[in-house]
């Protein structure tokens, strides 16, 4: 079965077909310019509002996007957590489980593994790195007592 676009109708996503240019119209039609810069406050709403300028704000800026989808939802009494625009992580996330190929563990955890990796890989690249002065090497000893060879005032007590 597909809808009026021709796409499968069981997709999941409320937004899914429905173009931004369609939900800004819908949005502004609803509540008029200045309702959405009261309830969005981003200046293409506010100031000299149009559709093509408001349009090429939103593809640009992922959270301007993402409020004004939400208040569509909101609009269409759809829970605005259904879906609004993805975040990267969550993309990403989506894109790992759907290819099988990530290991155990989060992505979160493997980012901070391979930020240990690059510290690591720093650390031993700078210069000196590996050499340590010979004070450094008596006082990590801790039986060297660095004022053992100070001289000392000859008192004849």
């Not at 004004?68 to 957590?81: I, P």
């Not at 155990?104 to 720093?122: A, H, P, W, Y």
């Amino acid at each position: 079965m597909t809808d009026n676009t021709g796409t499968p109708a069981n997709n999941k996503d409320p937004l899914h077909g429905v173009k931004l240019e369609q939900i800004l119209t819908e949005l502004v039609e609803e509540h008029t310019w200045a309702g959405l810069a009261e309830l969005v406050p981003i200046n293409c709403f506010k100031s000299n509002p149009s559709i093509k300028s408001s349009l090429k704000f939103l593809r640009k800026t992922p959270w301007a996007r993402q409020k004004v989808e939400s208040l569509y939802l909101r609009l269409k009494g759809y829970s605005a957590k259904k879906r609004a625009t993805k975040t990267p992580r969550a993309l990403e996330g989506e894109r790992l489980q759907s290819s099988g190929s990530h290991r155990s563990g989060s992505s979160l955890g493997r980012g901070r593994d391979e930020m240990r990796e690059r510290k690591d890989t720093n650390r031993s690249n700078r210069p000196g790195a590996g050499r340590t002065s010979s004070s450094a090497q008596q006082r990590g000893s801790g039986t060297v007592n660095p004022w053992a060879n100070a001289k000392l005032p000859n008192n004849p007590d």
